[in-house]
Every structure is written in C-alpha cells, then in structure tokens.
C-alpha cells in the first residue's frame, strides 16, 4: 500500500464496521491489509480454512479475520488479535474498500471532450479526454467516463456508473446505475448473422439494442451483442469476468457469474444466480435453468433444468463426468490387458487348428461274436 493514502483503524473500530466478535486488544491500530502470503507488521489479513488459520497465526499479520465457523481450531492463546465474523472473504473484501478505495476523477469535463449539443449530462459527472457523447444520449448524475469513451447515439447511462477507458456503447443502448464496464469493453456490436446464398454471405442487419440493467459489472473486452430485433438483456447484478462473448438476443437472469472467455451463442437464455466457469460455451436457442452450475471448459449442447451442475463436453452431470475421467486414466492399462488377451486368444486358436489338422487314430473294429 502506497504510504502516503495509508490509513489507520483500530480492531475496535474494524469489529464494529464488520459486526464481528473481537478476541484481543481494542485498541490496536491497523494500517493497511494484505493476503496471508504477503502481510506485514501492521496489516491484517483473513484465513477461511484450518491449513490457513494456522498459516495467518504465524505470519507477521498483526491481526486474522477468522469465520466464527472455526473458533473450535483456535487455540487458547493465538499470539495476536482474533476478529470472528460469518464471512471472512466479505470482511476482506470491505476491508480492501475501507484502506484502498477506488478513486474517482473529480467532477468536470475535459476540454477535448465531444459532448453533442443534444445529449443530457447530468450533475457531478466526471468526461475524460476524448470521450464522444453522441446526439440524443443521456449521461446519469455522477457517471464517470473515462479517455476514449464512446456513447453512441440515443444510448443511456445511469446513477454512479462507472466506465473505463475506450469503452464502446453503441446507439440505442441502456446502462443501469451503478454499472462498472471495464476497459475495452464493447457494448450493442451487431450479432454474428448472416444468410448464405449461391456461397456469398448476405449481412442480416440488426436493429435491436442491449439493456444492462443495475449493479452490473463487465469485464475488460467483452463484447454484447445488440438483439436481431428487441433486446439482448443482462439482468440486475451479474457480473462478467474479462473476455466474454455476449451473442445477440441473449437473455442473462439477474446475480449470474460469468467467468473467462465465456461465449453465450445467440437467443440462449440463463436463469438467476447461474455460475458459467472458465471457457464454457453455450449452444443458441438454450434455456440453463435458475442456480446451474457448469464447469470450466464444458460446452452445453442442451437445456439444463434448473439446480443442475455438469461439466464436460457435451456438458453432463458433473459426477457422472468425473467418474468418466477416472475411467479414463485406466484406458492404457485396459489396451494393455486387452492386447494380452488377443495374444493368448491367438495362441488358443492356433493350438486348436493345429489339433484339428492332426489325423486321427483309426479305431480298431470290433469282431462279430
């Protein structure tokens, strides 16, 4: 942490601002905090499990966040303050919100900002450096924009969002409040449509638009395609990582989680509280279901009912998946053992050939009485 934003609390205060249960000295001052792999003196970090617990216990940390789940695995003399509370990883985070904030440009527009004479800027907005606020768009009170921005033409802003440098929003386009769009991000491209005849691809113009609505944040180059006709929506307080691909008329329920280079193909339609991991891909025209799971590099080639959890490609239930990859490991001793069997098969044959070309002993007739 740079020293001079450091800041100072004490675990009196910290317990009270995370409504936890302090083991230690109240009055102790905490300068700054940092993962257990990297604390000082000074600092206070978090463990979530028992081999963590013990790790932070022995760092240079001058205090632990702890769950209250693991109390029992404290010993009775910890050597440095204890602070309990339900979620350690949530008092992490609001602790990195209390000693590093994110800063926000003061409020004014730059001087070689574009902002067309009939867009709406609301109050205490900050515009950078050649941003382009395009005619007919409507910027929300406290919005950020940042060098680069473009807002495309009858395109909306709301409350407090916040958007990075070179972010591209596309005419007609919705941004909620408080929406955080990193970096490169590319709001209302055109869907990947085209009619094929006689070998040539004909463009299918897409004149629908993409609706984010609020506490939505969205990683640093993605990209969300504006519907054929109506809306591409992503629903109140999902969240993508960097890297996702968004297809037209895509419909996202609302605190879903989309992880890395994700790619929804067009029309597919996820439910609330849907966790996408690393590098899943999603046929078009799919329904995932409400709080399904997919694991990373899995591609979903049908509906999921909701509460499902698969992985794998095609995408299955995810034990049955690793009982097919255990399975797996065994496959070259398999073809050793089935290769030892042909051999011997080949042996067993050969010797019965080999007995049934053999002549035979002519038996003796038996004499009349």
Known sequence: MDAGREKVHSLNELATLLDGELRGDPHRMITGVAGVERVGAGEITFAEDK????????????????????????????????????????????????????ERPAPGVHPTAVIHRRALVGKNVSIGAYVVVEAGARIGDGVVLYPGVYIGTGSQVGNDSILYPHVVVRERCQIGARAIIHAGAVIGSDGFGFVTVNGKHEKIPHIGTVIIEDDVEIGANTTIDRGTTGPTRIGRGTKTDNLVQIG??????????????????????????????????????????????????????????????????????????????????????????????????????????????????????????
């Open 51 to 102: 081999d963590r617990l013990q790790q932070a216990l022995a760092s240079a940390a001058s205090a632990v966040v702890v769950p209250r789940s693991l109390s029992a695995h404290l010993p009775d003399e910890p050597g440095k303050p204890v602070l309990l509370v339900e979620n350690a990883r949530l008092a992490f985070a609001r602790l990195l919100g209390l000693y590093q904030p994110v």
């Open 248 to 369: 037209h008329n895509c419909d996202v329920g609302e605190s879903c989680l989309l992880v890395a280079q994700v790619g929804l193909a067009g029309s597919t339609h996820l439910g609330h509280h849907v966790t996408l991991a690393g590098q899943v891909g999603v046929v078009g025209h799919l329904t995932i279901g409400d709080h399904c799971i997919v694991g990373g590099k899995s591609v979903v080639a049908g509906d999921l009912p909701p509460g499902s959890f698969v992985s794998g490609i095609p995408a299955r239930p995810h034990t049955q998946e690793m009982r097919v990859k255990a399975a797996t490991r065994k496959v070259p001793e398999l073809l050793q053992k089935v290769r030892e069997l042909e051999r011997r098969l080949a042996e067993l044959e050969s010797r019965l050939s080999e007995a049934q070309r053999e002549p035979q002993p002519v038996q003796p007739k038996a004499k009349a009485p």
